[in-house]
């Protein structure tokens, strides 16, 4: 499988990013994409019990650039095509990490190049995500960022 390099513009989240703004997606930079679509999830993996999945979304065009703002629907047309699944707080789109005040999170975003479009209904779960990935995966990588309150 070949390396995806995925970047972050910060190490830690600006409030923007955060449940403390608007909860807006980040930017997420990939460098050596070769794939036929793109495919992101979000997790906190520190969550007691198991990881805590707070977006996923694909069948992203393959692109340099997911630019921050993806709009909280199931289908998105703008500001790219995208089809995003429902997260654990039960919802659709991006939620930013929230911790305590004086906690932090710690957010990863796991980046699959796929061989083509999933073949996935708008607002399914990560476990029907992870079984659509499989044998479709061409590429990966990972970036991560903290937030403290």
């Known amino acids: 499988m070949e390396k995806l390099t995925v970047l972050l513009p910060f ?3 600006p409030p ?3 449940c403390d ?3 807006v997606s980040p930017p997420l930079e990939l ?4 794939a036929g679509s793109v495919a992101v999830v979000a ?3 520190f969550e007691p019990g198991c ?3 707070t977006w996923i979304v694909w069948n992203l065009d393959p692109s340099p650039l997911i630019p921050k703002g993806i709009p909280k629907k199931p289908v998105v047309d703008r500001p790219l095509h995208a089809i995003q699944g429902t997260n654990d ?3 659709i789109g991006y939620r930013g990490p929230c911790p ?3 906690e932090s999170h710690r957010l990863m975003f796991k980046v699959y190049g796929l061989d083509g479009h999933l073949d996935l209904e708008p607002g399914a779960s990560k476990h029907e995500f992870t079984a659509a990935l499989r044998g479709h995966v061409v590429q990966f990588g990972t970036t991560v960022a903290m937030y403290t309150r």
């Open 31 to 34: 460098h050596g994409l070769r």
């Open 43 to 45: 997790l906190n993996p």
């Open 51 to 53: 990881s805590f999945t």
């Open 16 to 18: 923007e990013y955060t």
């Open 21 to 23: 703004g608007g909860d």
């Open 100 to 102: 305590s005040p004086g």
């Open 89 to 91: 707080f039960g919802e």
């Open 11 to 13: 190490v830690e989240f």
